[in-house]
């Protein structure tokens, strides 16, 4: 599993909260990311990180924002959680520079009420 | 835009017969196509990958057939088994897009025994 921690694993949060999630690594790779997964759209990444303070937006980063001030946690943050957010959260991490051989933690299940 | 689609979104095979699951794909500049394979429950694992200028290549059970003339990716599983039931998905990093894949909406094989 690449020595890959999520957390929570699940989470029940009302509309306009904030939320964190949580993904921690313990072998010191430099790519991380964050993925939602939702029915019919695969996996969409939303931020990702090639370093320490060094982040760049996915393809689904509105609404979410990131911070990575050590090398082993990535942080994703929902600053006013909405119902279009519920989904399952998945942070990857790249093991060498080949960024497409990524190994994923094992998820975090977000319901926005 | 760019995008990664599959053909089926179900595929039943018995045990012990061989399984093809197919992706399209419309980012003809893409460098890499990757499959990864998804059990209920758990984050992605990386399955097998092949580099845009390949037309085939080979793991342990797996094979993968890249045809860019109809931009075309396809994967192979041999003698299937219980274990392979999962969703699989496409995924491409196209080139120049870095760290930043693309997946496929996923494929569920079910092994039937």
């Known amino acids: 599993d690449a020595g890959i921690t999520q957390s929570p694993r699940h989470k029940v949060t009302e509309t306009g909260t904030p939320v964190t999630l949580r993904c921690h690594q313990t072998?010191?790779?430099?790519?991380m990311y964050w993925y939602r997964q939702d029915p019919g759209h695969g996996l969409r990444l939303i931020h990702y990180s090639y370093g320490v303070k060094d982040t760049d937006k996915g393809e689904v980063s509105d609404g979410y924002s990131v911070s990575r001030s050590k090398t082993e946690d990535f942080l994703l943050t929902l600053e006013s959680a909405t119902s279009s957010q519920t989904s399952v959260y998945f942070c990857?991490?790249?093991?060498?520079?080949?960024?497409?051989?990524?190994?994923f933690g094992p998820g975090t299940r977000l319901t926005v009420t | 835009g760019e995008s990664v689609g599959l053909h089926l979104p179900t595929l039943s095979v018995q045990e012990g017969d061989n399984s093809i699951i197919n992706c399209a794909y419309s980012n003809s500049a893409s460098d890499y196509f990757i499959w990864y394979k998804q059990e209920s429950g758990k984050g992605p694992q990386f399955i097998i990958d092949i580099r845009s200028n390949m037309d085939k290549r080979q793991g342990q059970r797996v094979t993968v057939l890249l045809n860019k003339t109809v931009k075309h990716l396809s994967l192979q599983i041999a003698a299937t088994q219980p274990g392979d039931s999962a969703v699989y998905f496409c995924a491409e990093t196209p080139t120049g897009g870095g760290n930043k894949l693309t997946f496929g909406t996923g494929t569920q094989l079910k092994v039937e025994l």
């Open positions: 072998e010191n790779h430099r790519y």
């Open positions: 990857a991490i790249s093991v060498t520079s080949g960024n497409h051989e990524q190994y």
